[in-house]
C-alpha cells in the first residue's frame, strides 16, 4: 500500500477531533452555567454585571472566546462531513428497521445537534449578538466613566436630561458604580456625549427581562433538554473516542456522564425558572 | 512396492537425518518456484505462510468466503505438544507411544516420533503468533489433560483452541499475502488435478482445475507441486462434526488421478456431540472431549428407569446415585471417563443397544457436571467449560449446570485418507498431502488434541522441508503454462461432469441422496461393521449411487453461484468414496481403534487385533468406476515400540 | 410451527433484488433457523418454484463466522451472543412473519441472494492484524510471560469470529469492533507490542479505504456481537490509535 495516503486524516482522528472540540464546549458549559447561577444571586446584579464585565473586557477571555468558537465551527463542521460520510457505506438499507437494543443517544445527535444550532442561533440574538452590536439589548456602563469626559466640552441637555432620568429611575447600583438598564436611545444619546464612556451590555437585567415572559422561558427549558439529550450521549463518547474507556471504569464515565448531564442541565434551568417563579 | 522413504537411523535421529541430508533450493531459485496449497485449514494455512515465507510463489485456495472459516477453527479442547511444562513425566518418547498405543498399532513410527519431536516447536510457533493461550497466574503456559493420556499435556484456549490455532496460522498467512508471497484464491473449489509428463517420461502433479464458486466459471493453474490440505471425508455419512462444506472430493479427485488412499475405513467416531434429534438435522454439534476432564459419564442402572427417562417421567436429577451406572469409571478404572475416544463411543453405543440409552430416542448417554460443581465450585466450572455449556444450552434449551447434559457418539474424525511417504508425497509425484488429508499419523484412532498438532506439525515444519527436497530438482523446469492439452483435457472432464449431472434433470434432491448415503453408512458402517453389515452396505450403496445417477435433480445453470451444484459434484464422489470405505472394512477382519468388527472381539467387548494378519497400512488404487479397487499394502515394522494389547483398564 | 418468510432474492452482484414470499410449514421448535432454511430449499426444488435460496453456511455451530443473516431488523435474529445458525426456531412464534435480509454495507457487496463478499475483513486483517514471525527460531513458549488476566482479556478479543454482524448492525457500516478485537487482542499481549503502532495504523487506513465507515458510538456492534466481544475493545482501538499519532516514525 502507498504510505503516503496514511498521512491523510483517518477516521479515528476526524472522531478524535470532534471528541476535542465537543470537549472545551463541556468544560465551557460549566463556566456558562456557573455564572448564570449569579442572576439568581439577590444583589440586584453587582455580581453578575462584575463577571460580565470581567468577560467582556479581559483579553485572555477574548482570546478564549475566539477559540471556543473556532471549536463550535469544527465540531460542526466535521460532524456534519462524518455524518455524510457515513450515510454513504451503506448505500442500500435494511426494509425491518432495526431492532438491535442500543441506546438512542448516538442516533439523535445529528437531529439534537441541529435543533441546538437552531437554538443557538435564537440564543445568540438575545444576548450575544448585543454585545456583537448586531441587535439591540440593555446597556451599562460605569458611573465613572462620565466622569472622564474633556471638561471644556458642553454636555448636551438632553444627555443631561437622560442621565437624571436614569438615576432617578433608580438605575443606577447600590454602590454608585454602575448605571444600568440603558435603552439603545439613551445610550445613543450618552455615547454622543461622552465618547469615552464604554458602554456594555446589561445582561443581567436582559436575561431577567425575558425570563419573565412564560414562552421564553418555555423555549429555554426545551433547549436545554435538547443540550442534555446531545451531552448525555456525548460526554461518555468523548471518553471512548479518546480511549479513556476501560472495563474498569467504564461504569464510573456512565456515572459522571449522568451527574454531569443532570448538574448542567438543571443549573441551566433553575435561572429562567427562577426568575419567572421571583426567586 | 510401496516405499514409504523413511530415513535410516534410529528413530530418535530419523528426522535430524533427514534434514541434514536433505536437498534445499537457494533463496534466488525459491521464486522461481509455484506451490498451489488447496486448503486453508491449519496445515494448508501454515504450509502456505511457512512455503511464502521461504520465498516461493504459492497460490492457495479456499471454498469458502475466507480463509479463516476453514473448519479447523470449530476444533475446541486443545492442541498436545511434548513440553513437560507441568513437570509430570511427559516427554516426546511418551507422546510418541501415547499416540502409537491411541492408534491401536497402526501408524508408521517415524511419523509418529517426528509429530512428537515437532510438537513442541508448534508451542513456540504459536505463542510468538500471539496466540492467546491460556496461562497460570505466573503468566506461564497452562495445561489440561485429555483422552488416553496420564499426563496433562494439552495446551488450550479456552474451549476455541483450533480457532485461535487456525486465526494464528491465518494471520502468517495474511502477512504472507500481503508480502505478495501467496496469492489467495477464495471461493474456489479444486475439481480436478492436471498431471503433466516431464522430459524423463515421468507423471507429475502440475496444477489444478477449480471452480470459481461465485461465477461458475473453470479457472486453471499451474505450480510444481500441489499440497492438498482439504480435510477429511466425514461428511460421508451426511451428519457428523464436520462443516457442511467439508468434504473428501479434492482428495478423491487425486485419487481417481492415481494417489493411493490409505486406511479408508479408519474413521473416528467422537463420544461427546449432541444428540440426534430429527430427521431435518444438518449437522451434529461436538462437545469438547475436555468436558470429560471433570463430566462423569452414565446411564440408569436399571432398565425401567431408563424407560421412563425416555418416556419423560423422570429426570436425570431424579434417578439415585446408586441406581446410575458409570460405566466407564466401572469398566475402566485406571482412564475411567478419559479413556480414548473410539473405546467411550462403543460403550455408549453398547449401553443405548443395551436399552439403557436416555434422551427421547433412546440414543443418548448423561454427561454429569454435578460432583464437578460441588468439587469446584461453579464459577470454576463456568471458567473452565463456560462458552461449551453456553453452546449446549443454544441448542437443547437446557441447562447443563442443573440437569446432566445428554451426549451420544457422532462421526468426527477420518484417520485414513490419501497415502503419502515419510514427506508427505503422496504416489503421485509432486503431489503432497497434509493435515487430516493424509493418513499419516494417527493409526487407527486419533487421540483427542492431536489433530491440531499434525495439521500444524505438517504445514510449519514437514512440508517447508520435504517439499524443497522435491523441488530442488525442478528448478530448470521453468513457468509451467495452462494453455497445455493436459489442462485443456481436465477441464473438459469437469465441464462433463457438471453437464452430465446438469442433465440428469431428476426429481430428487441431492441432500436427499446424501441423506439416505449417510443413513446406509452409519447403520452399517458405523461404530461397528461385521461382514453381513457390510456386504449389505455395498449393495445398498450400489443402488442409491445409479439412483443418483438417474434422478437427481439440480436446479440453475452450471456457470452461476449454485450450492446445489457443488453439492451434486461433492455427493457423486462420496458414493465411490463410501464402496471404498466398505472394502476396506470389509477387507480388514480385524478390529483396531476405530475400526470396529464384532467378528473379532475379546470376550468383554474390546477391539481384538490381529497383528499377524493386519500389521500393514491398506492402500488402495483407483481402477476406474465401480471397478474393484487395488490393494498394496505398506507393512508397519515396529522397530523402536513393543506391541502390546491397547489396555485401558489398568 | 408454520411461517411466513419474506427474503431478498437478488441474481447476482449487478442484478436487482426483490423481496419474495414463501410459506413453510410444520416445522419443529427444535429446528434451527438454517435447517429451516434447507426445507424450504427442498420444498423450492421440490416443488419447481424457484431457484433454491443462497445463504452462506459452513460449521453450523457458531464458529466459523460463515453464516450471517438479518433476521426482521436483527443481524443472527432475535436472540444475544449467538450466530445465525445458532438461533432455533422455538424462539419464534407459530405464524410469524420473518424478514431475512442480507448484511447491507457498500464493503459487503452482495454475491448473489443473501450471500455477500466479506474479503473486506480479510484485506484488513492482511494490512496488519497479525505479529510478523516467520516460521521457527522464535523463543520458548514459556519465555514469554503473560499475566493471566492480560492473557484473559485478549482471548476476550480474539474471540471474534469475523461474521461481519458489527457492521451489518452499525448505522454507518463500522468495522471498528472488528477491528478493534484484533488489535486489542494483540495489544494486550508482548508479542503484540513491536508492531503495535504500525498494525493500528496500517488496519485503520485500510479501514477506511475499503469504505466502512465511522465508529459513533452507538454500540450496535457490541449489542449483535455473537461472542459478545465488548466497546472497550474500540476504546482500546482508539487508544493505541493515539499512541500511534506520537509515536515515532520511521520516515525520517
Keep these: 500500500m502507498n504510505n503516503d495516503r496514511l498521512i491523510k486524516i483517518s477516521s479515528i482522528t476526524k472522531k478524535l477531533l470532534v471528541a476535542l472540540f465537543a470537549s472545551f464546549l463541556l468544560i465551557f458549559l460549566l463556566f456558562h452555567m456557573t455564572a448564570n447561577l449569579f442572576i439568581l444571586a439577590k444583589d440586584g446584579g453587582d455580581a453578575y454585571s462584575a463577571f460580565c464585565h470581567f468577560m467582556g473586557t479581559n ?125 439603545t436611545e439613551e445610550r445613543d444619546v450618552l455615547q454622543q456625549a461622552f465618547p469615552e464612556a464604554e458602554f456594555e451590555p446589561d445582561f443581567y437585567h436582559m436575561a431577567r427581562q425575558k425570563f419573565s415572559v412564560w414562552h421564553i422561558v418555555l423555549c429555554y427549558l426545551l433547549f436545554f433538554a435538547i443540550v442534555g439529550i446531545h451531552i448525555r450521549h456525548g460526554f461518555q463518547s468523548a471518553f471512548q473516542t479518546f480511549g479513556l474507556n476501560h472495563y474498569k471504569y467504564s461504569r464510573l464515565i456512565e456515572i459522571l456522564g449522568v451527574v454531569y448531564t443532570w448538574v448542567v442541565i438543571l443549573g441551566f434551568a433553575v435561572v429562567p425558572l427562577g426568575v419567572f417563579f421571583g426567586l | 512396492m510401496l516405499d514409504s522413504k523413511i530415513p535410516a537411523g534410529p528413530l530418535s535421529e530419523k528426522w535430524t537425518n533427514y534434514k541434514t541430508s536433505q536437498k534445499l533450493v537457494n533463496p534466488a531459485n525459491k521464486r522461481k518456484l509455484d506451490i498451489i496449497v488447496v486448503g486453508t485449514g491449519l496445515a494448508g494455512a501454515s504450509a502456505a505462510a511457512s512455503l511464502g515465507a521461504l520465498g516461493f510463489n504459492v497460490d492457495i485456495f479456499c471454498i469458502q468466503d475466507s480463509p479463516r472459516r476453514a473448519h479447523s477453527i470449530a476444533a475446541q479442547g486443545g492442541i498436545n505438544a511434548a513440553k513437560n511444562y507441568q513437570n509430570d513425566g511427559d516427554s516426546v518418547e511418551r507422546l510418541f507411544r501415547d499416540t502409537i498405543k491411541g ?80 496469492r489467495l484464491h477464495n471461493r474456489c473449489e479444486m475439481e480436478e488435478l492436471v498431471l503433466m509428463k516431464d522430459k524423463d517420461g515421468k507423471e507429475r502433479a502440475r496444477g489444478i482445475i477449480v471452480r470459481n464458486l461465485v461465477s461458475g466459471k473453470l479457472e486453471r493453474y499451474a505450480a510444481h507441486a500441489v499440497v492438498l490440505a482439504t480435510g477429511g471425508y466425514g461428511n460421508v455419512y451426511f451428519l457428523s462434526t464436520n462443516a457442511m462444506n467439508s468434504n473428501g472430493s479434492a482428495a478423491w479427485i487425486c485419487h481417481r488421478k492415481g494417489a493411493y488412499f490409505a486406511n479408508p475405513c479408519y474413521v473416528q467416531i467422537h463420544p461427546t456431540c449432541i444428540p440426534v434429534h430429527g430427521d431435518y438435522q444438518s449437522k451434529l454439534t461436538l462437545m469438547s472431549e475436555s468436558l470429560r476432564n471433570d463430566g462423569r459419564i452414565w446411564v440408569p442402572k436399571k432398565k425401567e428407569d431408563a424407560e421412563a427417562l425416555r418416556a419423560g417421567k423422570l429426570k436425570a436429577n431424579d434417578i439415585a446415585e446408586e441406581d446410575r451406572d458409570y460405566y466407564l469409571e466401572r469398566r475402566y478404572p485406571a ?111 486419533r487421540l483427542g488434541a492431536s489433530a491440531l498438532m499434525q495439521g ?137 481403534g476405530g475400526h470396529f468388527r464384532t467378528e473379532s472381539q475379546t470376550e468383554d467387548g474390546e477391539t481384538k487385533r490381529d497383528d499377524e494378519h493386519f500389521m500393514y497400512v491398506a492402500a488402495w488404487q483407483y481402477q476406474g468406476h465401480n471397478q474393484p479397487e487395488t490393494l498394496h499394502k505398506e507393512e508397519l515394522n515396529y522397530e523402536h515400540i513393543k506391541i502390546a494389547t491397547r489396555n485401558y483398564k489398568n | 410451527m408454520n411461517f411466513t418468510l419474506h427474503i431478498w432474492r437478488q441474481e447476482n452482484a449487478q442484478a436487482k433484488g426483490r423481496f419474495e414470499t414463501y410459506k413453510v410449514s ?30 452462506d453456511n459452513d460449521c453450523r455451530e457458531g464458529i466459523c463466522g460463515m453464516c450471517g443473516l438479518y433476521i426482521n431488523g436483527r443481524p443472527h435474529g432475535n436472540d444475544d451472543g449467538i450466530t445465525t445458525c445458532q438461533l432455533h426456531m422455538r424462539k419464534f412464534n407459530d405464524g410469524d412473519e420473518i424478514w431475512i435480509e442480507p448484511w447491507r454495507a457498500k464493503a459487503f457487496p452482495i454475491i448473489r441472494d443473501l450471500v455477500v463478499d466479506r474479503s473486506a475483513f480479510d484485506k484488513i486483517i492482511q494490512a496488519g492484524g497479525y505479529v510478523s514471525v516467520t516460521t521457527g527460531g522464535v523463543p520458548d513458549a514459556n519465555a514469554i510471560l503473560v499475566p493471566k488476566r492480560f492473557a484473559d482479556m485478549a482471548m476476550d478479543a480474539a474471540e471474534c469470529i469475523g461474521c461481519g454482524a458489527c457492521v451489518a448492525a452499525c448505522k454507518n457500516a463500522s468495522a471498528m469492533l472488528f477491528v478493534g478485537a484484533k488489535v486489542a487482542h494483540l495489544a494486550m499481549l508482548p508479542q503484540g507490542q513491536v508492531e503495535a503502532h504500525e498494525r493500528v495504523k496500517k488496519m485503520v487506513c485500510r479501514m477506511d479505504e475499503l469504505g466502512f465507515g465511522s465508529c459513533t458510538n452507538t454500540y450496535a456492534c457490541e449489542a449483535e456481537c455473537p461472542k459478545q466481544i465488548k466497546r472497550q475493545n474500540i476504546a482500546r482501538l482508539n487508544r493505541e490509535w493515539i499512541k500511534q499519532l506520537f509515536a515515532g516514525n520511521h520516515k525520517k
Excluded at chain 1, 438499507?93 to 443517544?105: A, F, I, L, V
Excluded at chain 2, 506461564?140 to 483452541?161: C, E, H, I, K, P
Aim: with cysteine; net charge negative.
Design chain 1, 59 to 183: 483579553i485572555f477571555v477574548k482570546v478564549f472566546e475566539v477559540i471556543l468558537f473556532g471549536c463550535l465551527v469544527l465540531h460542526l463542521c466535521l460532524a456534519s462531513y462524518l455524518w455524510y460520510q457515513n450515510r454513504r457505506n451503506r448505500p442500500v438499507g435494511y426494509k425491518k428497521p432495526s431492532r438491535t437494543k442500543t441506546g438512542k443517544g448516538s442516533k439523535l445527535m445529528m437531529i439534537t445537534g441541529s435543533l441546538l444550532l437552531v437554538c443557538l442561533i435564537f440564543h445568540f440574538y438575545d444576548f450575544y449578538f448585543v454585545k456583537l452590536n448586531f441587535v439591540e439589548g440593555t446597556y451599562m456602563v460605569k458611573t465613572e466613566d462620565f466622569m472622564v469626559g474633556d471638561p471644556n466640552q458642553e454636555v448636551s441637555e438632553e444627555a443631561q436630561m437622560v442621565f437624571m432620568n436614569l438615576l432617578n429611575e433608580g438605575k443606577a447600583s447600590k454602590d454608585m458604580q454602575w448605571i444600568r438598564q440603558i435603552s
Design chain 2, 103 to 182: 492408534g491401536d498399532y497402526r501408524a508408521r513410527e517415524a511419523n509418529v516420533y517426528r509429530l512428537a519431536e515437532v510438537s513442541g516447536d508448534i508451542i513456540d510457533q504459536c505463542v510468538a503468533q500471539g496466540v492467546p493461550f491460556a496461562r497460570d497466574y505466573g503468566g506461564l503456559l497452562d495445561n489440561r489433560s485429555f483422552g488416553g493420556a496420564q499426563v496433562s499435556r494439552t495446551f488450550y484456549a479456552r474451549g476455541q483452541t483450533g480457532q485461535q490455532l487456525l486465526l494464528g496460522a491465518y494471520g502468517a498467512l495474511s502477512r504472507e499475502i500481503e508480502r505478495g508471497t501467496v
Design chain 2, 335 to 445: 482412564f475411567g471417563n478419559l479413556v480414548p475416544r473410539d473405546v467411550a463411543s462403543r460403550a455408549a453405543k453398547e449401553r443405548c443397544d443395551a436399552g439403557y440409552g436416555v434422551g427421547s430416542t433412546g440414543l443418548a448417554v448423561f454427561l454429569d457436571f454435578n460432583d464437578a460443581i460441588k468439587r469446584l465450585g461453579k464459577d470454576v466450572v463456568e471458567q473452565k467449560y463456560g462458552n461449551l455449556f453456553q453452546m449446549y444450552q443454544k441448542i437443547t434449551d437446557e441447562n447443563p449446570y442443573e440437569t446432566p447434559m445428554m451426549i451420544y457418539p457422532a462421526v468426527h474424525y477420518t484417520m485414513g485418507g490419501l497415502w503419502v511417504d515419510y514427506e508427505l508425497q503422496t504416489t503421485i509425484p509432486g503431489l503432497f498431502a497434509a493435515g487430516e488429508a493424509n493418513f499419516s499419523d494417527h493409526g487407527a484412532n
Design chain 2, 456 to 592: 500444524l506439525a505438517d504445514g510449519y515444519f514437514v512440508l517447508p522441508y520435504t517439499l524443497q527436497n522435491y523441488l530442488s530438482d525442478q528448478i530448470t523446469v521453468g513457468h509451467i503454462p495452462t494453455d497445455t492439452p493436459e489442462f485443456d483435457e481436465a477441464e473438459q472432464a469437469v465441464r462433463q461432469r457438471e453437464q452430465r449431472l446438469m442433465d440428469i434433470h431428476g426429481t430428487k434432491t441431492v441432500d436427499h441422496f446424501h441423506k439416505a448415503l449417510g443413513h446406509i453408512m452409519w447403520e452399517y458402517v458405523g461404530m461397528s461393521r461385521n461382514e453381513e453389515s457390510l456386504t449389505k452396505a455395498q449393495t445398498l450403496i450400489d443402488e442409491l449411487e445409479s439412483e443418483f445417477w438417474k434422478d437427481v435433480k439440480v436446479p440453475g445453470d452450471i456457470e452461476t453461484f449454485n450450492p446445489e451444484m457443488e453439492k451434486a459434484l461433492r455427493l457423486a464422489d462420496y458414493f465411490e468414496l463410501a464402496r471404498l470405505i466398505t472394502a476396506d472394512a470389509l477387507h480388514r477382519k480385524e478390529s483396531c
Design chain 3, 26 to 55: 410444520d416445522i419443529s421448535p427444535e429446528c434451527s433457523f438454517l435447517e429451516m432454511l434447507d426445507i424450504l430449499n427442498e420444498q423450492l426444488i421440490n416443488d419447481n418454484i424457484a431457484h433454491p435460496v443462497c445463504f
